[in-house]
């Protein structure tokens, strides 16, 4: 069955430091998004990605957060200068025409 | 403001009966619902989708209901068993975006042998 994967599942990185977050989107999906999740609070929406640009971000998608789609399956989130507040799970989706989103396992993002 | 609850506090269901999610929103004329089970540590995984015209949809053990009126949908599991525990989700279109869904904050559904 198809599935988006995220990589890595899990990076540690120190504040200030830029990561990159990445996912394979399932292939024949038009429409990718980012999700956070803090521990214990609820699934936050960042951005989604259809065409080839961004369609909506939320108020949490500062100019620290951008998204790139630098080839036919990838589809990255990058966060320049981290913050403490951005440890959390970050979830990739996507989803064809249809309100079915599909995630990835997440990447587990500590920000020392 | 748009809003979404769900039962804030965990649910304790025994063993073979049927346990019942709720989901209620304000401010909104979403098209459609969704609910989703998230697993601790994993990515939200889709179960049932219900559209504003229709009433009830099932799903093997699994039965939603969607009552546009009183702005509430029903997550039914009958029959339930101990792998049925995890933290349930709803999820609704806003009505003017066609991108983004907004979330609850998820019930937490424990199933006791």
């Known amino acids: 069955e198809p599935e988006v994967t995220q990589t890595p599942s899990h990076q540690v990185t120190q504040m200030g430091q830029e990561v990159i977050l990445r996912c394979v989107p399932i292939?024949?999906?038009?429409?990718f998004y980012w999700y956070r999740q803090i521990l214990g609070q609820k699934v936050e929406f960042l951005v989604s990605?259809?065409?080839?640009?961004?369609?909506?971000k939320s108020e949490i998608f500062d100019d620290q957060f951008s998204v790139e789609r630098p080839d036919g399956s990838n589809f990255t989130l990058k966060i320049r200068s981290t913050k403490l507040e951005d440890s959390a799970m970050y979830f990739c989706?996507?989803?064809?025409?249809?309100?079915?989103?599909?995630f990835g396992e997440g990447s587990r993002l500590t920000v020392l | 403001s748009q809003k979404i609850e769900q039962n804030s506090e965990a649910l304790n269901i025994q063993e073979g009966k049927t346990a019942t999610l709720t989901c209620n929103y304000t401010?909104?004329?979403?098209?459609?619902l969704q609910w989703y089970r998230q697993d601790p540590g994993r990515g939200p995984v889709f179960l049932l989708l219900?559209?504003?015209n229709e009433k009830e949809k099932r799903k093997e053990r699994l039965k939603v209901t969607f009552d546009t009126t009183l702005k509430q949908s029903l997550f039914h599991i009958t029959a339930s068993q101990p792998a049925d525990s995890a933290t349930y989700l709803c999820?609704?279109?806003?009505?003017?975006?066609?991108?983004?869904?907004?979330w609850g904050a998820g019930t937490k559904l424990i199933i006791k042998p």
């Open positions: 999820a609704l279109d806003d009505g003017d975006s066609n991108y983004q869904l907004i």
């Open positions: 401010n909104y004329s979403p098209a459609y």
């Open positions: 219900i559209r504003e």
């Open positions: 292939s024949n999906h038009l429409y």
């Open positions: 990605f259809y065409n080839n640009e961004i369609s909506e």
């Open positions: 989706a996507s989803r064809e025409n249809t309100g079915e989103l599909f």
